[in-house]
């Protein structure tokens, strides 16, 4: 069962094996990823169960997007387990758009076959970016290519979203629409995500559990037990945010502006 619903993203992974944990959407295994003699991942672990949402806090430098892009299938040099579903998608900070290619185009491309427009649409509909289905990339402001990007993602019917930070270059007020969106398309698909993102009150707000990785392994976790929408007034929601600054090294109110 677990070769139908899992693939290996380096020949040292496997597939099927006994005690493998079939319920997992992701299951990471003494992963070690090192880049000339420095290991940046070192012997984590990791699982992300069906439909959960997960936010990975951390510094720079700390191996966020390493993992990510290891999940994604975009780097295998890997040492250890990591199990992943096959059908996953990937949005990165930059929406990475064609200038060559309309938008409807744009969020076909990589797709096997030759599907149709009808399915660039839907994806698009599905985003608020249905009257930008024949734009020019070139044309569209900041929120509108990421939102693109995620049309392209949601279009390959992922089972495992993962986003890297998404709403890094967008203006303030973008951004609260872009999460927004995020929440709610994660709630209308039910898939696995993963967010890689600097930003506390963003993991706060979206996950059910957040992660903070240090020292290339995930160094803390904590969940989130609080009603959906969430309101970042509440003082249980100021108690998490706090709670997890300080586990990144922010201690004041000073620092943490």
């Keep these: 069962m677990a070769t139908d619903v899992h693939r290996p993203?380096?020949?040292?992974?496997?597939?099927?094996?006994p005690g493998s944990p079939v319920s997992a959407a992701v299951h990471v295994e003494g992963l070690t990823r090192s880049f000339d003699g420095r290991?940046?991942?070192?012997?984590?672990d990791l699982d992300i169960a069906p439909?959960?949402?997960?936010a990975l806090l951390g510094r720079s430098g700390c191996g966020k997007s390493t993992l990510l892009r290891i999940l994604a299938g975009l780097d295998r040099d890997?040492?250890?387990?990591?199990?992943?579903?096959?059908?996953?998608?990937?949005?990165?900070?930059?929406?990475?758009?064609?200038?060559?290619?309309?938008?409807?185009r744009n969020v076909l491309?990589?797709?096997?076959g030759r599907p149709e427009r009808s399915v660039a649409v839907r994806a698009l509909d599905e985003v608020g970016l249905d009257h930008r289905v024949d734009a020019w990339p070139r044309t569209l402001s900041g929120g509108e290519a990421q939102r693109a990007s995620l049309a392209r993602a949601l279009v390959r019917e992922p089972d495992l979203l993962l986003l890297d930070e998404p709403f890094g270059?967008?203006?303030?007020?973008?951004?609260?629409?872009?999460?927004?969106l995020v929440g709610e398309l994660w709630q209308r698909r039910g898939c696995a995500v993963l967010l890689v993102t600097h930003d506390v009150e963003e993991a706060v707000l979206l996950a059910d559990r957040v992660l903070v990785m240090d020292g290339?392994?995930?160094?803390?976790?904590?969940?989130?037990?609080?009603?959906?929408?969430?309101?970042?007034?509440?003082p249980r929601f100021a108690a998490l945010r706090t709670g997890l600054l300080e586990r990144l090294g922010v201690h004041t109110a000073a620092e943490a502006a």
């Design 51 to 54: 439909g959960e949402f997960v």
């Design 39 to 44: 290991t940046v991942i070192d012997a984590l």
């Design 216 to 234: 290339g392994r995930i160094a803390h976790e904590q969940r989130i037990d609080l009603d959906r929408p969430r309101e970042i007034t509440d």
């Design 109 to 112: 491309l990589g797709l096997p």
């Design 9 to 17: 993203v380096s020949p040292t992974s496997s597939t099927g094996s």
């Design 169 to 180: 270059a967008l203006d303030a007020l973008t951004r609260i629409k872009a999460q927004r």
């Design 78 to 104: 890997i040492e250890g387990t990591a199990l992943v579903p096959r059908r996953r998608a990937v949005a990165f900070q930059a929406p990475r758009l064609m200038p060559w290619k309309k938008v409807w």
